[in-house]
């Protein structure tokens, strides 16, 4: 907490000492996210190009000056962040985009950029002396939190929505996590978790909630402005649920200009999908979030109330963005598309953030010479039986030559 100055709401904006121990404004209640506010001239005395360009810490720890933890317990972590930047060459050519950018962070450890938030829930935990932590999740803030934890020594009770994916629920249970499935949705979920948080007095990981999560995600933008020698592409795109992870995206390039490490924010664009769209309807008509359904295939972005709606919807404002909404047709075409031309397998939440950017082209949002970076939040395995029908010619063959042969030369398609 060295370089933070103080704690303001996001609602009344009054400010609260970096001491204070509640994590919402007591005035505004619940919906009163902080925000945390850093001293950047102080920062500014400690990061330059050159202290990145020595730096050979390949993780989150690398933005150490512009986290809120201590790193006194960083050393007992797992390898969280510092993703591949991929440059597109098919894609960018077919999508007829100068530069196409994907950030694959579904390279993390537990294979989500959920883990840039858990490993910091994890440190604070440690800090404040916590042996247990929980959380309710649509799946990934869960095994990740899980993952993190396991290797931190850490307890966690983890709730989570009838629908979610077995990959990842497995994922979770393997690493020891006391997971709660609740028969009910996300709202449910979420309602069910916090109740009991507050009643064991564990530590909170909602990432809405808990105002050190979105320092945790930001270092994702910090990590694209860095791989781009700090000149980042015009548009970033991601895919939103509760809104944390774009809040993130903003706050990581809003750091870097204060510093004056980027001249420029680039545009960010939420993309959400048809079936639960809370913070395109609200950006789009102009009112406030509205609960919807939360109807989609993407599951990590099934968030009929999103949880974090201002840090969310001044991400794109203040970016000059704009929310997008796509199918689940188009985020399952997006999963082949991303997979056979760059290599990277997404999971749907993940390839949403492609989804929109074709959609955006053909909208005219983006253009021929535009640089955009698209961030893949999950890995495809977490949840394979999403594209699974679009799967098609499974082939079963006798272990026999001749079989193959007979095969190779009826084929339409070139081996
Ligand atoms: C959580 C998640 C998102 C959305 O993040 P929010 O903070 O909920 O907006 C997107 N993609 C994946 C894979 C996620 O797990
Ligand atoms: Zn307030």
Redesign the pocket.
């Known amino acids: 907490m060295k370089n933070v100055k103080h704690y303001e709401c996001t609602i009344c904006h009054q400010i609260y000492s970096k001491d204070c121990k509640f994590m919402t404004c007591p005035t505004c209640g619940e919906k009163g996210i902080l925000e945390i506010v850093f001293d950047y001239e102080k920062i500014k005395k400690q990061v330059s190009k050159a202290y990145f360009k020595n730096n050979k810490i390949y993780s989150i720890k690398r933005y150490l000056p512009f986290l809120t933890v201590d790193p006194l317990y960083f050393n007992h972590t797992l390898n969280v962040g510092w993703t591949p930047l991929y440059k597109s060459t098919k894609l960018s050519n077919d999508l007829d985009i100068l530069d196409l950018y994907f950030k694959d962070?579904?390279q993390n450890p537990t294979q989500?950029?959920?883990d840039r938030a858990s490993i910091i829930a994890c440190l604070k935990a440690k800090e404040l002396g916590y042996d247990t932590i929980s959380c309710s999740?649509?799946?990934?803030?869960a095994s990740?939190l899980a993952g993190n934890a396991a290797k931190m020594g850490l307890k966690t009770v983890i709730f989570v929505p009838k629908r979610a994916p077995i990959g990842k629920l497995i994922q979770l249970k393997a690493f020891g996590s006391n997971l709660i499935q609740v028969d009910g949705d996300y709202k449910d979920t979420f309602k069910l978790s916090k109740e009991s948080i507050e009643h064991y007095k564990w530590y909170n990981r909602n990432?809405?909630i808990n105002p050190h999560l979105v320092e945790g995600?930001k270092t994702v933008a910090m990590e694209i402005a860095e791989q781009l020698d700090f000149k980042p592409t015009d548009y970033v795109f991601?895919?939103?649920?509760?809104?944390?992870?774009?809040?993130?995206v903003y706050k990581g390039f809003y750091d870097l200009m204060q510093v004056g490490l980027i001249e420029k924010i680039p545009k960010i664009i939420g993309v959400q999908s048809e079936g639960c769209a809370p913070f395109y309807e609200a950006f789009h008509n102009n009112h406030e979030l509205r609960e919807t359904s939360e109807d989609t295939i993407?599951d990590?972005?099934a968030?009929g109330i999103?949880r974090?709606p201002i840090k969310?919807l001044n991400a794109v404002k203040k970016s000059h963005g704009t929310f997008i909404k796509v199918s689940d047709d188009e985020i399952l075409e997006s999963i082949t598309l991303l997979a056979r031309n760059e290599g990277i397998f997404?999971?749907p939440?993940?390839a949403?953030?492609l989804a929109g950017v074709i959609k955006a082209k053909k909208e005219n949002i983006i253009k021929d010479l535009n640089s955009v970076t698209v961030i893949v939040?999950?890995n495809g395995l977490?949840d394979p039986n999403a594209i699974k029908e679009r799967i098609t010619n499974w082939l079963l063959l006798k272990a026999d030559i001749n079989e193959v042969k007979k095969h190779i030369r009826n084929s339409k398609e070139t081996i």
């Open positions: 962070d579904g989500s950029l959920k999740s649509t799946g990934n803030a990740s990432a809405a995600k991601v895919s939103v649920g509760d809104g944390c992870t774009i809040a993130g993407a990590s972005i968030v999103p974090n969310g997404a999971e939440a993940a949403a953030s939040t999950g977490k």
